[in-house]
């Protein structure tokens, strides 16, 4: 049987800013009203990166509104978020952002298994000019694509 996984938001522009090297599947430490904010898909991130803090990585700048049904017992938008991975990817996370250029960025939330999860990637900032090279290989393959469509009719 199939995971049922059920997106919640992209960074669509995080893969065009940064060149991604690994990706990792993880769990998110959330209190109860902030998973009513994740249903109802009111989470923003375009700022948001991972920190590796005492053997433990946290997500910083995630924005997570309030509910606005809940009691005063609100959470907190702007809370930094523990992320939930085993020791060893741990480690092997921490050597690479040891290492000069590499960041943890966010690419993905989504649910899985009614769990809320964060796809995180290893991620590597992009010059101007392969940016620019990225757009050039992206026109060049939809003309290509085209063309064959158009040799078919």
Not at 15 to 34: A, F, K, M, N, P
Not at 66 to 79: A, L, Q, T, V, Y
Not at 107 to 114: A, E, N, Q, T, V
Request: include cysteine; proline fraction near 3%.
């Amino acid at each position: 049987m199939s995971e049922k996984i059920k997106i919640i938001a992209q960074n669509r522009k995080a893969r065009h800013d940064y060149t991604v090297d690994d990706t990792y599947e993880c769990g998110i430490e959330l209190q109860g009203t902030e998973v009513k904010s994740f249903r109802d898909g009111k989470i923003s991130f375009p700022d948001a990166w991972g920190e590796v803090v005492k053997g433990e990585i946290w997500l910083r700048s995630l924005v997570v509104a309030e509910n606005p049904f809940s009691s005063i017992f609100n959470h907190d938008p702007g809370r930094n978020k523990r992320l939930l991975l085993h020791k060893d990817e741990i480690k092997r996370i921490t050597r690479k952002v040891e290492e000069k250029g590499f960041t943890l960025i966010p690419l993905s939330f989504y649910f899985k298994k009614g769990r809320v999860k964060v796809e995180l990637g290893l991620c590597k900032g992009k010059k101007a000019y392969d940016k620019r090279a990225g757009i050039r290989e992206k026109d060049q393959k939809r003309d290509i694509e085209r063309e064959f469509r158009h040799s078919f009719r």
